[in-house]
């Protein structure tokens, strides 16, 4: 008995042992054992034919068609064992025999492995023969050319010919055969040492279904193996909706081809990834001026919407129609006129194309501009403008998240006049009224503190009090006013009493106490000396955590260096983290120690202009017990008050302004 015999009746056995320890039932015993056994025969038929062909390959001189006989033997025994298996499979799985299952789809897998290989190198040898056989016509019709063409020469000159050109021809046809052979081996190795690529699960977006469609037909379907494997491989890289689409076809090579239209018909086509596209471009927000993620972003988007909608034959939407119009109000208006002016000048007529042409043409302009200025290296997403979306970088503010002692590296410009010099140091600058150098210093954008470009507030890293006169107040001096107060800021009182000429006055005396932080948007300040609360800066925001959202008013505070948020309020949004104890400094200079919890959540404006996730710490309540002030109820109290629309009370988060 030969070594491969023996191998033979081994893996039977083995495989015969598995399934031991399927506890049949009564009622289905009988079609286990005949599955099992046909199993056998079927993988015993295919060992020996596997064996049978290797060794015809291992001869010297193999004859062609016994290989592509046995080759054909090979592709039918392994179909059927393949099919067997197939059912058995389907049996173990019936009766959530998960062991039998998991050993039956190695069993598979070993097979289709054993099947490939061989395949490979019969395919191989006969790619090779055909060439040698090739190589072998030529010299017979070059021989039989130069006997016509020498039929008056001597018979021994003519043998002499043909002997020296057999041996130049034998030559060539083994370099050339070592020469493939020497790249084959050589492509093998690099192809093995690649990184295996990894093929998404597809649970049913249909966003997703052209991605994972080019995988799947790249890695399994275009493999050396049965539709019958395909479909047990495809059957792992679909989940949920998907999965039912497919799930009862059964594992035959029709049921393969079956499985992909209908996941083609429910998921695929041109019309809806087209209608994809569409959506994306109008659910796209309108562009920023001066920034170039966005631009880049809405370029990308036309870019591939023109190209899809090409391809699909659908001119007509390319042309000035309602797409064009849409499309045109993502825009600013700056941008609308410079491609108008483009559309004049150069003669063309008004399409997607055109808009197309202009939009990739700024986007690459804006990007060399944002790099010039800004650097390879720094954050373009927000360019000349300030980034409130994310952690300070580059010099940038941020509300959101913990601060960042970054440091901006740029040469030193002045604002004010553009020259190599601080704003601090610029003539021009100090030739202003004191109330100049305040509406200068707000229209710049720069920081009152040291009167630099590149932070704002409590990110200076020069902070420090003015002290000219015992001012106490965190400002460039530069900024100092001499009638100011360097007492605490007066705030107006609200009594039951006060009349309205009374606080007519104190709001007057108030004016003449300017601060830092007077030159900013913010909301009242209102104290009763009774009760003893504050009203500060408050920001009417979404919170967004997946599916859910909740209102709050964000609470900007100066003082804080990290960002809270109210634990009912992230129970509700159902967010989670790991639990940690912090000390931090609370409102009304009050130290405490507590445990909360860091999370991630998305926070929107209500204009929807402002999109961005931030990381807050969970506290039992935000504001202590600070209560928020309805201004609904006083407005009617207050003839300033008329008029103004108040929002309504929600839940408070504390952010860092």
């Known amino acids: ?73 090979l592709i039918n025994a392994e179909e059927k064992a393949m099919d067997i298996m197939g059912n058995l499979y389907d049996k173990y799985k019936h009766r959530n025999d998960i062991q ?117 037909l790249a890695c399994i379907d275009q493999a050396p193996a049965t539709k019958e494997y395909k479909l047990l491989q495809l059957r792992q890289y679909v989940e949920g909706e998907a999965l039912q689409v497919i799930e009862n076809l059964g594992h035959s090579a029709v049921a393969y081809d079956a499985a992909k239209e209908r996941l083609e018909r429910k998921y695929g086509g041109q019309r809806r990834q087209i209608t994809l596209y569409i959506e994306e471009l109008e659910n796209f927000k309108p562009m920023r001026e001066g920034i170039a993620k966005d631009i880049e972003h809405f370029a990308d988007l036309l870019d591939i919407a023109v190209v899809n909608l090409k391809e699909a034959g659908r001119f007509e939407e390319l042309k000035n129609g309602s797409l064009y119009n849409k499309l045109q109000r993502k825009m600013t208006e700056s941008m609308l006129s410079r491609y108008h002016r483009w559309i004049f000048e150069s003669g063309k007529t008004e399409s997607v194309e ?75 600058f100090r030739k202003l009224t004191v109330n100049k150098r305040w509406d200068t210093a ?60 009374n606080y007519a006055a104190e709001k007057k005396e108030n004016t003449d106490a300017a601060t830092e932080g007077e030159n900013r948007d913010r909301t009242m300040i209102g104290r009763d000396r009774k009760s003893n609360f504050v009203t500060l800066r408050t920001v009417p925001v979404i919170l967004k ?61 209500h204009n929807g202009q402002t999109d961005a996730k931030i990381v807050a710490f969970t506290t039992n309540r935000v504001t202590g017990s600070l209560q928020p002030v309805d201004w609904k109820q006083h407005a009617r109290q207050w003839n300033h008050l008329a008029g103004i629309k108040f929002p309504n009370l929600e839940r408070d988060l504390l952010l860092i302004c």
């Not at 039929?151 to 057999?166: D, L, Q, R, Y």
């Not at 939009?359 to 720094?378: K, P």
């Not at 997946?546 to 100066?558: E, F, I, K, Q």
Request: some cysteine; hydrophobic content about 30%; overall charge neutral.
């Open 100 to 216: 039998n299952v998991m050993k039956t789809t190695k069993e598979m897998e070993k097979i289709e492995e054993e099947f490939t290989d061989a395949e490979n190198e019969c395919r191989d040898y006969l790619i090779e023969s055909k060439v040698a056989s090739s190589v072998g016509s030529s010299v017979s019709r070059i021989s039989k050319r130069d006997n016509v063409n020498s039929e008056n020469k001597v018979e021994s000159k003519h043998v002499t010919e043909e002997k020296e050109v057999k041996p130049e021809f034998e030559q060539t046809t083994k370099e050339e055969n070592n020469n493939k052979q020497l790249k084959s081996e050589l492509g093998s190795d690099m192809w093995k040492q690649l990184k295996r690529v990894s093929i998404p699960i597809f649970k049913g977006d249909k966003r997703n279904y052209q991605s994972w469609k080019a995988a799947f």
């Open 354 to 428: 055109c808009l197309r042409e202009w939009i990739l043409q700024e986007a690459e302009f804006q990007t060399i501009a944002s790099e010039t200025i800004h650097g390879l290296s720094a954050n373009t997403s927000s360019n000349s403008q300030r980034n409130y979306k994310g952690n300070r970088r580059d010099g940038f503010r941020t509300f959101f998240g913990e601060s960042q002692n970054e440091s901006y590296t740029g040469n030193r410009v002045c604002k004010c006049c553009n020259g190599n010099h601080g704003v601090w140091k610029c003539d021009e």
């Open 1 to 73: 008995m030969s070594n491969w015999d023996l191998e033979i009746e081994a893996a039977a056995s083995e495989g015969d042992k598995m399934d031991e320890t399927v506890i049949a039932q009564p009622d289905e015993s009988l079609q286990l054992e005949d599955l099992k056994k046909e199993k056998a025969k079927a993988k015993s038929a295919f060992t020996k034919t596997r064996h049978s062909l290797l060794q015809i390959l291992e001869e010297d001189f193999p004859d062609r068609e016994e290989i592509k006989v046995i080759q054909k033997k």
């Open 442 to 501: 707000k229209r710049l954008q720069l920081c009152y503190r040291c009167l630099g470009h590149d932070h704002v507030g409590r990110q200076c890293p020069r902070s420090r009090a003015c002290n000219l006169g015992g001012c106490k107040e965190v400002h460039n001096r530069l900024l100092h006013r001499d009638k100011q107060s360097f007492s605490e800021p007066k705030v107006p009182v609200r009594t039951e009493s006060k009349t309205k000429q």
């Open 545 to 605: 955590n997946g599916n859910r959202t909740v209102s709050v008013n964000a609470l900007l505070d100066d003082a804080s260096t990290k960002t809270y948020i109210n634990a009912d309020v992230a129970a509700e949004l159902g967010l989670q983290g790991q639990v940690q104890k912090v000390t931090v400094n609370v409102l009304n200079d009050n130290v405490e120690t507590f445990e909360t919890m860091p999370v991630e959540v998305r926070l929107q404006s």
